[in-house]
């Protein structure tokens, strides 16, 4: 299983609005993303890096010891102060503690403050230290996919207000509010050609240069601080009283994956939503209704889940909510066919929830929402989305991917699985049933898609079910491609639309060919096409992504179904907890510490791969949590 590497493992700290602050463990940025102050200026949005690091050192008598390290182009690391990390600890921020040479140590920690764009901070000696700390912003202010570069725009002054140094790079990007309680000169520098390995290694632009405008200076007599705020953010309250109150907010939850499931739930508009992924994802539809029942509803924060499903149910068109809101605010993406159904599965456990009372008007909110949907897919709509004279549903058209297997690399569709795909199927069914319990209309379209879906899909040749049938709406072909897919008629859903001797069956293939220690593989090894490894330029890796890598959310359904099939008592419960969730929770810190990651290798040791902070495997990883308890 994974260790933890300084070099690559990831913290973050999110601020509830969709910006947030994160790095690696010893200090030295490896992505565009790594940032002390990223500001979603329109929540949970248009993301900006403002500050992306500082560079720190003590002026001491007897010389300068630095407290950070950069790496530069081609690929060499200056200054060493990575190298005087004595521990690090992610609890219940990031904090370091720093060995000097005379032995004395310092302490440094890092704090985004839940609901402002605000980060703070702070270092303290053991024992007092006779000398200064020395402290230089590095700033961009730039979208943050983006790279920075030298050029004659940027604004190095800094306006002074007491205790405040505001700096405003460019026109159009937030002012960066800095308070210390130090001492501000300006030094105006360009620091050229820092080096982003995992950029790199992802074949992107991997080059940057950063703006410093001036140097903080600290006597380490007293605790330093430094609070750097984005726009009108208040930074006037004492940081030690922030702390605190940072402090109690995070013991109030139960566990690391408690903890971890806050990083997610964020504000848009008078709502809320769910954050994807950090560093790079937004708000996608069907990761947020995925998501929404780990996170909130098995996760202790049911009212949450009221108002991110009531937010998102407003959004319905022809039948479809969107899969994801773009950055640049442009209009909503309607191209995905789950999204939807995992809404009406959503808003049903929502409805059902012990520790929610939905008033009148947010169940007719949910209700219209469901109707729309049913309604929508069963008469047809985009990208031909429609309910099939089998009563099961078909979609898909050439060129486009819309289900959860999505990748796309140019005009390339990786897995296009156009036709009647089994999850697909699964969750319409489910849909249809949880519909018939708002307006019986839904009745017989149930009962006719139960009857063809146990007729159709069953692959007797295999044992298991075909991934897709009437495979490119060809009545007749099928794929029988041995993917995690099918899991899902036999569990993660209310209902199992697989419950004889099948199920069994289907579970043994999926555990035979697709588990791992890190969650369920997207290909059988051995299949056409199989990828044992998610690296390399973006060609590559998507064509690996739903081609065998391990995707740690599915882990959920499989260990539900698991139970499922073995007894469904407390014993099969606790062999499931033991066999499958333990080795996937050993995950929560070699990529990001205290989350789960977005994907992992096919191939043994199945490294981290994706986006190291990732919503629906903490969200899985929650809801199996109280499961198998």
Not at 87 to 104: A, E, K, Y
Not at 174 to 193: F, H, K
Not at 467 to 482: A, F, P, W
């Amino acid at each position: 299983m994974n260790t933890i590497d300084n070099r690559t493992a990831e913290w973050l700290e999110a601020d509830g609005c969709g910006g947030f602050a994160s790095g690696t463990i010893d200090g030295i940025r490896t992505r565009r993303y790594h940032a002390l102050l990223l500001n979603a200026t329109n929540p949970p949005t248009g993301r900006m890096v403002l500050v992306n690091g500082i560079e720190g050192w003590l002026e001491t008598p007897s010389g300068k010891v630095a407290l950070t390290s950069q790496r530069y182009a081609p690929d060499v690391v200056s200054l060493n102060g990575a190298e005087r990390i004595e521990s690090f600890t992610g609890d219940p921020w990031p904090q370091w503690i720093f060995r000097l040479p005379g032995g004395q140590t310092i302490e440094h920690g890092i704090l985004a403050v839940h609901g402002r764009a605000l980060t703070v901070l702070y270092w303290r000696a053991n024992p007092r230290l006779d000398g200064k700390l020395m402290v230089r912003p590095l700033i961009s202010g730039r979208d943050y996919h983006a790279l920075h570069h030298e050029n004659p725009a940027f604004n190095f002054n800094a306006e002074r207000t007491g205790a405040h140094v505001i700096f405003r790079p460019y026109s159009g990007v937030p002012a960066i509010v800095a308070r210390s309680n130090g001492s501000y000169e300006s030094q105006p520098e360009w620091y050229r050609n820092f080096f982003y390995y995992a950029e790199n290694e992802r074949g992107l632009d991997c080059i940057e240069d950063l703006a410093s405008p001036g140097v903080f200076s600290f006597d380490l007599t007293s605790e330093a601080f430094l609070v750097l705020a984005a726009g009108d953010a208040d930074t006037d309250e004492p940081p030690a009283s922030i702390r605190e109150d940072e402090r109690a907010r995070r013991t109030e939850f139960g566990s690391r994956l408690h903890r971890a499931a806050d990083a997610y739930v964020v504000r848009r508009a008078a709502g809320k939503t769910i954050v994807a992924g950090y560093p790079w994802f937004t708000d996608w539809g069907r990761d947020t209704f995925i998501s929404v029942r780990g996170l909130c509803m098995a996760g202790g924060r049911p009212k949450d889940a009221r108002e991110i499903l009531l937010e998102w149910s407003d959004h319905v068109s022809e039948g479809m909510l969107p899969n994801r809101f773009p950055d640049a605010g442009d209009s909503p993406e309607y191209n995905s066919v789950d999204a939807s159904l995992w809404f009406i599965v959503a808003a049903d456990e929502l409805r059902r929830h012990p520790a929610v009372s939905l008033s009148e008007a947010d169940r007719r909110r949910l209700d219209d929402a469901c109707g729309k949907i049913l309604a929508g897919y069963a008469a047809g709509t985009r990208f031909n989305i429609h309910a099939d004279s089998d009563g099961l549903l078909a979609a898909g058209v050439p060129g486009l991917q819309l289900t959860w297997m999505d990748a796309k690399a140019g005009d390339w569709v990786v897995t296009p699985r156009i036709g009647k795909p089994v999850e697909i199927e699964a969750l319409w069914i489910n849909a249809l049933q949880i519909g018939e319990r708002i307006d019986p209309r839904w009745s017989d379209l149930y009962r006719k898609a139960v009857a063809a879906f146990q007729s159709r899909f069953w692959n007797e040749r295999r044992r298991c079910l075909y991934d897709v049938i009437d495979v490119d709406h060809e009545s007749g072909k099928l794929d029988d491609s041995i993917r995690p897919n099918q899991i899902f008629a036999v569990g993660g859903l209310p209902t199992t639309v697989i419950d004889d001797a099948r199920a069994r069956a289907i579970v043994d293939v999926v555990e035979t060919h697709l588990v791992t220690p890190a969650g369920l593989r997207s290909l059988a090894p051995g299949e056409p096409g199989y990828h044992p490894h998610y690296q390399g330029e973006v060609n590559d890796r998507d064509g690996a992504y739903h081609q065998g890598t391990v995707w740690p959310w599915l882990m959920g359904p499989f260990i539900e179904a698991w139970i499922r099939t073995h007894g469904g008592d407390a014993d099969a419960r606790t062999i499931a907890r033991s066999r499958f969730f333990a080795p996937m929770i050993a995950l929560l810190d070699p990529a990001g510490t205290g989350h789960l990651p977005e994907i992992a290798d096919g191939d043994p040791p199945h490294k981290p791969r994706g986006c190291p902070f990732q919503a629906w495997s903490v969200g899985e990883a929650l809801r199996i949590d109280t499961l198998t308890r």
